[in-house]
T-cell receptor, first 112, second 118 residues
Framework: DAKTTQPNSMESNEEEPVHLPCNHSTISGTDYIHWYRQLPSQGPEYVIH???SNVNNRMASLAIAEDRKSSTLILHRATLRDAAVYYCILRELIQGAQKLVFGQGTRLTINP | DTGVSQDPRHKITKRGQNVTFRCDPISEHNRLYWYRQTLGQGPEFLTY????????KSRLLSDRFSAERPKGSFSTLEIQRTEQGDSAMYLCASRAAKGWLPGANVLTFGAGSRLTVL
C-alpha cells in the first residue's frame, strides 16, 4: 500500500485557517487522496477526497500539488469542534476491497 | 437513515471469555468493513464483506476471530478466548457499491465498540 507522511501534531487558534500537510511521494496515477478525521470517542468521518484538481466542500478544501506528491487539507476557519486526528490516505482505484490504510495521522489542537 | 450502528458501545470481559460485536450498516450499502484501533494508533483493517461474502481478511485476524454477514445486511465479529491484547476499539464501516449512490467512494464509520479485557 502506498504510504503517506504527516506531522504527528499541529496547533492552531480558533477562527484562524489551518493547513494540514501530507506527503505521498510514491503515489501512483490512479491513487485518490482521501482525508478523514476522528473526533474524540468517535469513528473516523470522511472529510474530502480528490485525484488531481483542488477540491472544495462545506467542510474543507484540498489542495493537491501539481506533481501529486503532496497535498494540503485546508480548514478555512477553525472552530473548537475541529480538534481531531486528521488522516491522509491514498485509496487505490482497483477492484476488490478498496480498503483504506490509515497511518497515525495529525492530531490537531485548537486553542480558544 | 441513522448511519452505521454498532452494539455494544462498551464491553468489559475477563480473559478467556468470548465476545460478539454487531454492526448494522447503512441499508443500501453492500460493502462492509471491520477495523481495529488501539490507543494512539490509526485504525487497522481486519476484514471486508461484499454482500454476504467475506472477500478479504487481514493477517491480524487470528483463528480466534470470526466475522459473518449472513444475509448481507448486519454483521457480527466474534472473538473467542479473549486475551488482554485484544483490548481495542472495534470499528465497522460501510460503503455503497454503485458509483452514483451517495457515499460510493467513501467509508461511513460507526462509533465503534470498545473492548476491555481484564
Amino acid at each position: 500500500d502506498a504510504k503517506t507522511t504527516q506531522p504527528n501534531s499541529m496547533e492552531s487558534n480558533e477562527e484562524e485557517p489551518v493547513h494540514l500537510p501530507c506527503n505521498h511521494s510514491t503515489i501512483s496515477g490512479t491513487d485518490y487522496i482521501h482525508w478523514y478525521r476522528q473526533l474524540p470517542s468517535q469513528g473516523p468521518e470522511y472529510v474530502i477526497h480528490g485525484l488531481t484538481s483542488n477540491v472544495n466542500n462545506r467542510m474543507a478544501s484540498l489542495a493537491i500539488a501539481e506533481d501529486r506528491k503532496s497535498s494540503t487539507l485546508i480548514l478555512h476557519r477553525a472552530t473548537l469542534r475541529d480538534a481531531a486526528v486528521y488522516y491522509c490516505i491514498l485509496r487505490e482505484l482497483i477492484q476488490g476491497a478498496q480498503k483504506l490504510v490509515f497511518g497515525q495521522g495529525t492530531r490537531l489542537t485548537i486553542n480558544p | 437513515d441513522t448511519g452505521v450502528s454498532q452494539d455494544p458501545r462498551h464491553k468489559i470481559t475477563k480473559r478467556g471469555q468470548n465476545v460478539t460485536f454487531r454492526c448494522d450498516p447503512i441499508s443500501e450499502h453492500n460493502r462492509l468493513y471491520w477495523y481495529r484501533q488501539t490507543l494512539g494508533q490509526g485504525p487497522e483493517f481486519l476484514t471486508y464483506f461484499q454482500n454476504e461474502a467475506q472477500l478479504e481478511k487481514s493477517r491480524l485476524l487470528s483463528d480466534r476471530f470470526s466475522a459473518e454477514r449472513p444475509k448481507g445486511s448486519f454483521s457480527t465479529l466474534e472473538i473467542q478466548r479473549t486475551e488482554q491484547g485484544d483490548s481495542a476499539m472495534y470499528l465497522c464501516a460501510s460503503r455503497a457499491a454503485k458509483g452514483w449512490l451517495p457515499g460510493a467512494n467513501v467509508l461511513t464509520f460507526g462509533a465503534g465498540s470498545r473492548l476491555t479485557v481484564l
